[in-house]
């Protein structure tokens, strides 16, 4: 009976030892297939299979980048294709500008002319000066001038001085919206500038023009600089 025990512990030992000894040799957590291992005892020695040992599971964690962030469930806004190119559009043509005319007492046709004239170039407002410019990118005063007129249905030429030779001279007092001012802002003795009025509210005027420094925007003739520098007036539109 003592005989029979002790056999039977030396052999479940030697099993035991035999298995541990297996998984040592092949990696912990290795094994996949059945292995073999030789099992000795008192009467003799067998051969028997290991059980497979499995391979623990891991548990895939979504990385950091596709988890969500805490209190922010709003999904990801695109820019559309259009945005992007109306936002990088730098020379876009600029929206719609209007001027508020005064001091216009005709009326019918020629007010309307008129209306058309100012407000053509009450479009290129803000636009930066460029000497010898005819576009949104720059202009210069004299291609301010013709381009207005031009909405009006009048050709102008090119240039200021050239300009000061058509249509009528006028006296300052007499000056209305839609009049051409001109300035020797050369020193030169000559024409160097115009300017289209656009109010006049008694003794005070308004005019519109590329500025060097300002690009196209309004002014008075009463500013002391204008003042100085101005040579007179012409009615183009009659």
Same mark, same amino acid.
């Given at each position: 009976?003592?005989?029979?025990?002790?056999?039977?512990?030396?052999?479940?030992?030697?099993?035991?030892?035999?298995?541990?000894?297996?998984?040592?040799?092949?990696?912990?957590?290795?094994?996949?297939?059945?292995?073999?291992?030789?099992?000795?005892?008192?009467?003799?020695?067998?051969?028997?299979? *290991?059980?497979?040992?499995?391979?623990?599971?891991?548990?895939?964690?979504?990385?950091?980048?596709?988890?969500?962030? !805490?209190?922010?469930?709003?999904?990801?806004?695109?820019?559309?294709?259009?945005?992007?190119?109306?936002?990088?559009?730098?020379?876009?043509?600029?929206?719609?500008?209007?001027?508020?005319?005064?001091?216009?007492?005709?009326?019918? *046709?020629?007010?309307?002319?008129?209306?058309?004239?100012?407000?053509?170039?009450?479009?290129?407002?803000?636009?930066?000066?460029?000497?010898?410019?005819?576009?949104?990118?720059?202009?210069?005063?004299?291609?301010?001038?013709?381009?207005?007129?031009?909405?009006?249905?009048?050709?102008?030429?090119?240039?200021?001085?050239?300009?000061?030779?058509?249509?009528?001279?006028?006296?300052?007092?007499?000056?209305?919206?839609?009049?051409?001012?001109?300035?020797?802002?050369?020193?030169?003795?000559?024409?160097?500038?115009?300017?289209?009025?656009?109010?006049?509210?008694?003794?005070?005027?308004?005019?519109?023009?590329?500025?060097?420094?300002?690009?196209?925007?309004?002014? !008075?003739?009463?500013?002391?600089?204008?003042?100085?520098?101005?040579?007179?007036?012409?009615?183009?539109?009659?």
């Amino acid at each position: 009976m003592v005989t029979a025990m002790r056999n039977y512990i030396y052999t479940a030992a030697s099993i035991g030892f035999s298995l541990l000894m297996a998984g040592l040799m092949t990696g912990c957590g290795a094994l996949r297939k059945p292995q073999t291992v030789v099992v000795t005892t008192p009467t003799g020695s067998y051969t028997t299979r *290991a059980p497979a040992i499995k391979k623990a599971a891991t548990k895939k964690v979504a990385s950091s980048s596709t988890l969500p962030k !805490k209190g922010n469930t709003q999904a990801p806004v695109k820019t559309s294709t259009t945005a992007k190119k109306a936002t990088g559009n730098a020379t876009a043509t600029p929206a719609a500008k209007s001027i508020a005319i005064t001091g216009l007492q005709v009326k019918g *046709a020629k007010r309307e002319k008129i209306e058309k004239v100012v407000q053509a170039a009450s479009t290129y407002l803000g636009t930066p000066y460029r000497l010898g410019g005819t576009t949104r990118n720059g202009i210069d005063c004299s291609a301010l001038m013709q381009a207005s007129f031009k909405a009006g249905g009048v050709s102008l030429p090119r240039t200021a001085d050239a300009q000061a030779t058509e249509g009528q001279k006028i006296n300052r007092k007499e000056v209305r919206p839609g009049d051409v001012l001109f300035f020797d802002t050369m020193k030169r003795g000559r024409v160097g500038h115009a300017g289209l009025v656009v109010g006049v509210q008694g003794s005070e005027i308004d005019f519109i023009h590329a500025s060097v420094k300002g690009g196209v925007r309004v002014d !008075k003739l009463s500013n002391p600089y204008w003042s100085k520098y101005y040579l007179g007036a012409r009615r183009v539109l009659d």
